[in-house]
T-cell receptor, first 115, second 112 residues
């Protein structure tokens, strides 16, 4: 079974530029998550989708971050404009259901460096 | 809000040594508790979980028991191997929502 796919794996941009990350979850997984992992910290949930609807985006900095999951399958996360403090690894995860008792499967992440 | 505090690292051990990583949590109700592991160059993987008090999760020789009285979920392994070198994250999923809250992670290095 194919795992969660993410691209690109690495991205270097200058501050104030825009960047987009892509995620393809495991086939059949209804729930998709985006996490931000800053160096030395645990992952922090940015947004959770159930199919193509947003369940939780309370920690998403909506002035600069946006995410969509148009057809309930793959998803994109965008940052516009980027700040230095956005340097982090962006993780995508998926689960069959709401994720409470079900396992979340993580992708390899995209490492973003903002200069 | 819900939160997890885990032992700071890094931790360096010799092969066959005993490993303990402490994890305590703050949450309302009855959360589910998890340990995730991140091996070098790989993504996060679920190591073990426990969904109610006194449950013991186990996998690959690792164990952790959900202790509600001490709000703890300490990870243990009796005899570590070099291949156990990784970053370990304690996490919880709230009783009323399914959001995962992670600790800061503990880096474990096992020397041959």
């Amino acid at each position: 079974e194919a795992g969660v796919a993410q691209s690109p794996r690495y991205k270097i941009i200058e501050k104030r530029q825009s960047v987009a990350f892509w995620c393809n979850p495991i086939s059949g997984h209804a729930t998709l998550y985006w996490y931000q992992q800053i160096l030395g910290q645990g992952p922090k949930l940015l947004i959770q989708f159930q199919n193509n609807g947003v369940v939780d985006d309370s920690q998403l900095p909506k002035d600069r971050f946006s995410a969509e999951r148009l057809k309930g399958v793959d998803s994109t996360l965008k940052i516009q404009p980027a700040k230095l403090e956005d340097s982090a690894v962006y993780l995508c995860a998926s689960s069959l259901g709401g994720g409470g008792f079900g396992e979340q499967f993580f992708g390899p992440g995209t490492r973003l460096t903002v200069l | 809000g819900d939160s997890v505090t885990q032992m700071e690292g890094p931790v360096t051990l010799s092969e066959e040594a005993f490993l303990t990583i402490n994890c305590t949590y703050t949450a309302t109700g009855y959360p589910s508790l998890f340990w995730y592991v991140q091996y070098p160059g790989e993504g996060l993987q679920l190591l073990l979980k426990a969904t109610k008090a006194d449950d013991k999760g186990s996998n690959k020789g690792f164990e952790a028991t959900y202790r509600k009285e001490t709000t703890s979920f300490h990870l243990e392994k009796g005899s570590v191997q070099v291949s156990d070198s990784a970053v370990y994250f304690c996490a919880l999923s709230g009783a009323n929502d399914y959001k995962l809250s992670f600790g800061a992670g503990t880096t474990v290095t096992v020397r041959a």
